[in-house]
C-alpha cells in the first residue's frame, strides 16, 4: 500500500472546503450521471482534495506545472462508477488532458506507471486517460516507464466540460468488468488511486506543448473505495427484538388482568 496512513473521515460534503485528503469514497445513488458534472446528484457525493507536483521520476522533467491540486468526487449506483476531477486552468487547450491510476490486484506499483523503484518491486497499473482533442477515454496499462499500452478491451468512457476557468472532467466504467487488465473495484474495499493532469498550452514563442508525456503534474498514491451497499440487517433484529418484548408484555399483562385461573 501506499506509504500515508489512511484516516477516516477527511472527505466531506461540498462547503466551500479546502483541506487536503487521503482517500474519496463513492457514495450510492439511485443512478451515476456518466455525462453531466452539473447534475444534482454530485451534490451528494464527498469532496476531496489532492495536491498535485511536477513529475519528476522520469526524463524529461519540468520544474512547474500549471495545475496544483485536484479536487475529487465520486458515485456509483452499484454497477456503474464515476469519478470526476475538477481542478482549475487558466485556458481551454485541445491537448488539456487528466488521468486515473489504479493498481492491478495486490500486486504493489510505484504510482510513477508502475515502475520498479527501491523498496517496490513494481506491478501493473491500469491507467484512464483522458484528452480533450479526443473527446474521448481510453483504458490502458503500464508496467513501468516505456510499457504503457492501450488495452484490446475499451471499458472506459470520459467527459469533460471546460467552463470559468475549470475543467470538470469525468471518468466512468462498470464496477466490475471481465478484463484481468483492469482494476475492480469491491465495495468496502479501499485500493490505490492516483492523478495526473496535463495543461496543453502552447508555448507562444516555440509553439511547443507546455506539459506533455512525463512533463505533468501528478500526485502520489491516496485510497478510494466504493461504498458498500447499506446493512439493515441490526435494524431488523432490533425491530424484531422489540415486536417479542412487545408481544411478551402484551401476553403477561393479558393474563395479569384475568386474574389466577380457578
Known amino acids: 500500500m501506499a506509504g500515508v496512513v489512511l484516516a477516516a473521515g477527511l472527505a466531506v460534503p461540498d462547503s466551500g472546503w479546502a483541506q487536503e485528503s487521503v482517500s474519496i469514497r463513492a457514495m450510492l445513488v439511485a443512478s451515476v450521471p456518466v455525462d453531466d458534472p452539473t447534475a444534482a446528484a454530485w451534490n451528494s457525493s464527498l469532496v476531496a482534495r ?4 511536477p513529475q519528476v521520476h522520469w526524463p524529461t522533467r519540468i520544474l512547474e506545472v500549471t495545475v496544483k491540486s485536484v479536487t475529487v468526487r465520486s458515485l456509483h449506483d452499484g454497477k456503474q462508477v464515476a469519478i470526476m476531477l475538477e481542478y482549475e486552468d487558466p485556458t481551454q487547450d485541445p491537448d488539456d488532458a487528466a488521468a486515473v491510476e489504479f493498481m492491478v490486484d495486490d500486486k504493489k ?15 501493473p497499473v491500469n491507467i484512464w486517460f483522458w484528452k480533450n482533442k479526443n473527446a474521448k477515454a481510453l483504458d490502458m496499462n ?35 468488468t471481465g478484463d484481468a487488465n483492469d482494476t ?32 505533468k503534474a501528478v500526485s502520489s498514491w491516496w ?15 432490533a425491530l424484531l427484538a422489540i415486536g417479542l418484548a412487545a408481544g411478551f408484555e402484551f401476553v403477561v399483562i393479558r393474563k395479569l388482568r384475568k386474574g389466577p385461573s380457578a
Open 50 to 53: 489532492f495536491p498535485l507536483s
Open 109 to 123: 506499483a510505484h504510482f510513477a506507471h508502475g515502475q520498479p523503484m527501491a523498496q517496490v518491486e513494481g506491478g
Open 142 to 176: 503500464a508496467k513501468g516507464f516505456g510499457t504503457l499500452k492501450v488495452q484490446d478491451q475499451q471499458d472506459v468512457k470520459g467527459k469533460g466540460v471546460y467552463k470559468d476557468g475549470k475543467w470538470k472532467v469525468i471518468f466512468s466504467r462498470a464496477v466490475t
Open 184 to 215: 475492480q473495484f469491491k465495495p468496502g474495499e479501499f485500493i490505490n488511486i492516483a492523478f495526473a493532469v496535463w495543461d496543453g498550452q502552447k508555448d507562444p514563442a516555440s509553439g511547443d506543448l507546455k506539459e506533455k508525456g512525463s512533463q
Open 223 to 237: 485510497y478510494f473505495r466504493v461504498e458498500p451497499q447499506p446493512d439493515y440487517t441490526s435494524y431488523f433484529y
